[in-house]
């Protein structure tokens, strides 16, 4: 490391963790719409699968920069023990799980009440992980500067 603090900086991930983290948001916008304003369940639906994809590819471009971080991590010499990648783990399965969820409101599984209720869920679950993950990178701050 040669003290400039470039070492972090050379990719923002702060910026994809929050960007990631959205999802909560999208999920109660989604419920929202459900119940709020009556959209129709293919709306619905529609909504939630773009949410699944849109939120895949934040969590794909949030795994590369903290793999480029990591990389910058060993070849400075810094030991980390690598909670970042169990808790980006933990943080995706918020992405299985809405699959499981849409697939069941596709096929009737879930009542309209159930589904709100599991969105509601999912949004909570969503914020205490992405809470851990961010202040697991706050960690990873604290250690170069």
């Known amino acids: 490391m040669n003290g400039d603090n470039d070492m972090i900086y050379d990719v923002d991930l702060e910026s994809k963790i929050t960007d990631a983290w959205s999802i909560s948001n999208d999920l109660i916008l ?7 304003y009556q959209k129709d369940k293919s ?10 994809a849109l939120n895949d590819m ?11 971080i990591k990389k910058e991590l060993e070849e400075n010499g ?3 023990d690598n909670q970042f990648q169990s808790l980006y783990e933990n943080c995706y399965q918020i992405i299985n799980d ?3 969820v849409s697939k069941n ?16 869920g999912l949004q909570t679950l969503s914020d205490m ?9 706050s960690k990873i701050l604290k250690m170069n500067f």
Do not use: W
Request: hydrophobic share 50%; aromatic share 16%; proline share 0%.
């Open 58 to 68: 934040k969590f794909t471009l949030l795994l590369s920069d903290y793999e480029k």
């Open 78 to 80: 810094i030991e980390y």
């Open 30 to 36: 989604i419920l929202q719409a459900f119940s709020d």
């Open 105 to 120: 409101f596709k096929e009737n599984i879930l009542t309209d009440d159930e589904f709100a209720n599991v969105l509601i």
């Open 129 to 137: 992980k992405f809470n851990e993950l961010f202040n697991e990178f």
């Open 43 to 52: 709306v619905i639906i529609c909504m939630l699968d773009g949410v699944i």
């Open 98 to 100: 809405t699959k499981i």
